[in-house]
């Protein structure tokens, strides 16, 4: 069973620091591009960092030059680190892999379940 489950979030005063991270369980045959998504309250989800499998990333006007997205593919692994937080990064973050498992060998898009994080002034 492939499975996406986040960690990390919290609350944090404006201007400091999180980490998340993206745990991919379940020994896929293949993790390709991953990405970071937020959904703040009452807002639409958006995009907020991606990665490929060669390593080129892309981010969010509103996160870039102060959000890093990184990966360990031998722990199969995403992470976010968040610097000068604003309170309107408050949202919760979800992972996103496209993955192949081994049964079927057909590339699939999963979702994490999502984690919280909390930005206060």
């Known amino acids: 069973q492939v499975q996406l489950v986040e960690s990390g979030g919290g609350l944090v005063q404006a201007g400091g620091s999180l980490r998340l991270s993206c745990v991919v369980s379940?020994?896929?045959?293949?993790?390709?591009?991953m990405g970071w998504y937020r959904q703040a309250s009452g807002k639409e989800r958006e995009l907020v960092a991606v990665?490929?499998?060669?390593?080129?990333?892309a981010y969010g006007n509103s996160v870039k030059g102060r959000f890093a997205i990184s990966r360990d593919n031998v722990k199969n692994t995403l992470y976010l680190q968040m610097n000068s937080l604003k309170p309107e990064d408050t949202a919760v973050y979800f992972c996103?892999?496209?993955?192949?498992?081994?049964?079927?060998?057909?590339?699939?898009?999963?979702w994490g379940q999502g984690t919280q994080v909390t930005v206060s002034s």
């Open positions: 379940g020994s896929p045959f293949a993790v390709n591009n």
């Open positions: 990665i490929s499998n060669s390593g080129a990333t």
């Open positions: 996103n892999a496209q993955i192949v498992p081994h049964i079927p060998l057909k590339i699939s898009e999963y």
